[in-house]
């Protein structure tokens, strides 16, 4: 294995470990928040319940998310220093305003949350949770547009006499129009996968208070015993497993909409990736006709063309351009082009001004790996579907007041339906990256001169294994802090002894 291939592996492994983190917690924060007011408006402590109890799940998602985030900054150092080289100038600037700004807000604003509950007054208590979730999604933002730089690479210019790229407008940067319809999908994606998780959980444990209030009650053995307290958590999962089924819902929309508009944008800039996600290897569409939508492709071992189809006519075309007869360029045209010289997008500055270095490298085909990017391309959008499924099926379940019932196939729902949207989002990069294929920055610099001169093969090796093994041990924490959590269930509360906003806040410090 040469060392673009393993560092490759490495960084794809490191990526999709920490993406598993990272759609929970931009929008757990947002529903922890959401809870956590409607306690504080109405005071009914079964929303102050399950505040404590999902901020618990957010509050481990967020800390393992942080710890296997920093590796993907020591990656560009250690296996990717000439990638770095070449973009820092342009990749700095998001990642600098993503630790300065949105970290720090939402780390600051975590911290007061987590030891302000009976220091600090009420509403300032419930802002610092939501000016951290407002933190938390800002980091997306700002590690959307340094990604889509690589996508479609604008709002730089490349200086001949430093063999960099660097910075023309930074305006242009965050107004990339890939990051514009990539932002919503991400969040959207997140919600459905963040809601997944709290359905599921709910839904779970009102599958458990089914089966216990099914049950005759236990007579006192003592007389004199004093009554139980009134338990509210059937009501407090209901709600939740509802509005997190709700939420799923209305994200899937949105994944819709999203997704739709990104798609015609990515068939403008990376026609190849768009191709490629069909396994269309010729031109289809325009003069009257439609490209067709695939549903099944078997292609041939080389990847040139199709040996057999299962097709929905014209829709490709209007996914592709918005309309029902839109051309759609072929992966065999699009190799004949690059062999021939031409450029990915002929309008982009970047790729003009560095195409004959690019040339220089000699990239022998701008084709990515047809199965890998095809099905990935499927396995995002069947995943996600099969989630919204059981979210309806939730919603079945507790209509007119119906409790979800104990047994073994709904158990199995409840613990794959927060997994398929997270799997979803695997995907849905590992398309994204894959598709961008042979391409660090599209069409201007190829995989193979990212890579560090200097890490040999050996080095790779350990490191490859010493992550796979640390990562493996932060699986095993991590899951077993969920589970641990997760079957406790909802916490018993007591009035929370929050200061007054008329009292001196500092107070406590002395």
Do not use: C
């Amino acid at each position: 294995m040469d060392p673009v291939t393993l560092a490759r592996w490495q960084f794809g492994i490191t990526t999709v470990y920490h993406w598993f983190f990272v759609p929970v917690t931009l929008a757990l924060s947002f529903i922890v928040a959401i809870f956590q007011t409607l306690w504080v408006r109405s005071g009914n402590d079964k929303y102050l319940r399950l505040t404590k109890f999902y901020g618990k799940l957010f509050l481990i998602n967020f800390a393992m998310g942080v710890v296997t985030g920093i590796v993907q900054e020591f990656q560009f150092g250690m296996n990717w220093s000439e990638y770095s080289r070449f973009v820092g100038d342009i990749f700095g600037a998001p990642l600098a305003f993503e630790a300065l700004l949105a970290f720090f807000m939402e780390s600051t604003f975590l911290g007061l949350w987590i030891f302000g509950w009976d220091r600090l007054p009420k509403k300032i208590h419930l802002a610092a949770i939501w000016a951290a979730a407002v933190g938390t999604n800002l980091s997306a933002i700002f590690i959307l547009a340094a990604n889509s730089f690589m996508q479609n690479p604008q709002g730089a210019i490349y200086n001949p006499v430093t063999d960099r790229a660097e910075m023309a407008d930074f305006g242009a940067v965050l107004t990339n129009p890939v990051m514009l319809w990539a932002l919503p999908h991400t969040l959207m994606a997140s919600w459905l996968t963040a809601a997944a998780l709290v359905a599921a959980v709910s839904g779970w444990h009102l599958a458990k208070l089914n089966r216990a209030a099914s049950e005759p009650a236990a007579k006192a053995s003592d007389a004199d015993s004093e009554s139980p307290k009134p338990d509210n958590s059937i009501a407090a999962h209901r709600f939740a497993a509802t509005f997190a089924a709700i939420a799923m819902l209305v994200s899937g929309v949105g994944l819709t909409i999203t997704g739709d508009e990104s798609g015609k944008i990515m068939t403008e800039v990376q026609p190849m990736k768009m191709a490629a996600a069909e396994a269309l290897y010729e031109t289809a569409g325009g003069n009257g006709t439609g490209a067709p939508f695939s549903v099944f492709t078997i292609g041939s071992l080389d990847g040139s063309e199709e040996i057999f189809a299962l097709t929905v006519p014209n829709l490709l075309s209007f996914l592709a351009t918005g309309t029902w007869d839109g051309e759609v360029k072929g992966i065999n045209p699009l190799k004949e082009a690059h062999e021939q010289g031409q450029l990915v997008d002929p309008s982009n500055t970047l790729q003009q001004a560095y195409a004959e270095h690019m040339r220089a490298w000699g990239v022998e085909s701008a084709t990515p790996i047809i199965p890998v990017t095809y099905w990935s391309f499927r396995l995002m959008i069947g995943l996600g579907m099969a989630a919204i499924g059981v979210a309806l099926l939730v919603l079945w379940f507790l209509r007119k007041g119906g409790l979800p019932p104990r047994h073994p196939i709904w158990t199995l729902l409840m613990v794959l339906m927060p997994l398929g949207p997270l799997f979803a989002n695997s995907f849905g990069w590992i398309f994204t990256e894959m598709g961008r294929q042979p391409w660090l920055v599209s069409g201007v610099l190829p995989t193979m001169a990212g890579i560090s001169p200097g890490v040999t093969i050996t080095e790779l090796w350990i490191s490859v294994i010493g992550y796979t093994l640390v990562y493996g041990a932060l699986a095993v924490v991590e899951v077993g802090l969920m589970l641990k959590y997760i079957k406790l269930g909802l916490p018993e509360v007591e009035p929370v002894k929050q200061i007054t906003d008329d009292d001196d806040v500092l107070s406590f410090a002395y």
